[in-house]
């Protein structure tokens, strides 16, 4: 093999190997994008639940939810809430689980898991496992009966 063929195959790998890692980098950071934009859409709900709660003194109905839904920055990203307001009892703790929406990613940067909404505002990220356990004890089983 010449000097030529042998500098034609080590950027043709160079070439290669670069955009393989591109490709990674560029996979890994649309799913932190799409997990970001999730988790600020649900932060945007969460100020309208508070402001409707300081107004009306209970958290919204879901045809509410549904309406303001449309208006939210990142819904797309967001995906299908899961809203639990009628199974909240009134005299429920402020770490209630009021809304969520399941997330999955195929990523480095970012596991599967769940975007939450507390009862009091709070957002949070929580891992599937821990997510699963804890709303298996505080649903209902009139709940459990109604979800798909």
Partial sequence: MNRRQRNIILN???VIAITVIAVLALINFK?????SES?????QLSRIVLDYQKSHGLVPPESYIND????LQGKLRLGKII????WIDFD???????AYVKKKHNSLLVHDG???????GHVEWMEPEEFEELLAKR????EKESLP
């Fill in 12 to 14: 043709f790998v160079g």
């Fill in 31 to 35: 799913d932190y994008v799409n997990w």
């Fill in 39 to 43: 988790m600020q859409a649900m932060n």
């Fill in 68 to 71: 303001v839904m449309e208006e």
């Fill in 83 to 86: 809203y639990r307001a009628r």
């Fill in 92 to 98: 429920a703790p402020p770490d209630e689980i009021l």
């Fill in 114 to 120: 769940y975007v939450v909404l507390r009862l009091d």
């Fill in 139 to 142: 649903q209902k089983p009139m």
